[in-house]
């Protein structure tokens, strides 16, 4: 097909695309009005060396991993549960809780989801402070030189992680509509095909060209006076 019957197909049927558009955007802005909002509080614990030195540096990345998996258990869970008297259990709570360590800024990233943006953040410094208190209490059997420490970057802040905003969801069902309305379109389009209604179709399925078309003979007055009958009364 050439560029100009894709544009011919679409000045005649664009109405399809209009409304696949519509209905699902409007679709996806209701759906998003109806789902629980989710907030995500995240909070950076920064490891530090008491020194500059380029080998306690380098121990210190490699054990960033390691105080992540001990921050991320069952024990610290229920510290956190007890603190502040959340009423769930340590499985269900670090269900809802990521860790990640980044070696290259020496910083361990908890972030903790909740219906309420104001518990994430909770939880979310809780966890951080028990990382600080178990580095403390880690580096009282160290010597001062060799020890490392933990300190909470700054005070956890939240915000909304599902669903998305309005107008993202209203652009994803936007673009969702035109692609679903365009499938529509060719399929119709393409059923239609098999339809042979002018000469100019007839050209293009046979690649022949039309020479001459034979017109439709209209009736005598008597014979279609005689095919209706009730006419002719």
């Known amino acids: 097909m050439e560029l100009t019957q894709y544009l011919q197909i679409l000045a005649r049927r664009w109405w399809i695309l209009a409304v696949a558009v519509i209905a699902t955007a409007i679709s996806a802005v209701v759906f998003a009005k109806l789902q629980t909002p989710v907030y995500q509080s995240t909070a950076e614990v920064v490891i530090q060396p008491a020194r500059p030195d380029f080998g306690l540096t380098q121990s210190a990345k490699t054990l960033l991993r390691s105080y992540m998996t001990v921050a991320d258990s069952n024990k610290w869970a229920q510290q956190v549960i007890d603190r502040l008297q959340l009423d769930m259990t340590p499985q269900q709570l670090r269900a809802n809780a990521r860790f990640a360590a980044e070696d290259d800024r020496m910083v361990i990233r908890i972030e903790i989801e909740d219906t309420d943006g104001e518990v994430a953040n909770r939880i979310a410094r809780t966890w951080a402070l028990l990382m600080v208190e178990w580095r403390d209490q880690e580096n009282q059997r160290q010597r001062k ?32 509509g035109l692609l679903i309305g365009f499938v529509v379109l060719f399929a119709v389009e393409w059923v239609e095909s098999a339809v042979v209604r002018t000469p100019a179709d007839v050209e293009q399925w046979l690649g022949l060209t039309l020479m001459a078309t034979v017109p439709l003979a209209e009736l005598p007055r008597s014979a279609r006076a005689t095919s209706h009958p009730e006419k002719a009364q």
């Open 145 to 176: 030189e060799d020890r490392v420490f933990a300190e909470l970057r700054d005070e956890p802040t939240y915000s909304q992680s599902w669903p998305p905003r309005t107008l993202i969801m209203l652009a994803a069902g936007a673009i969702l």
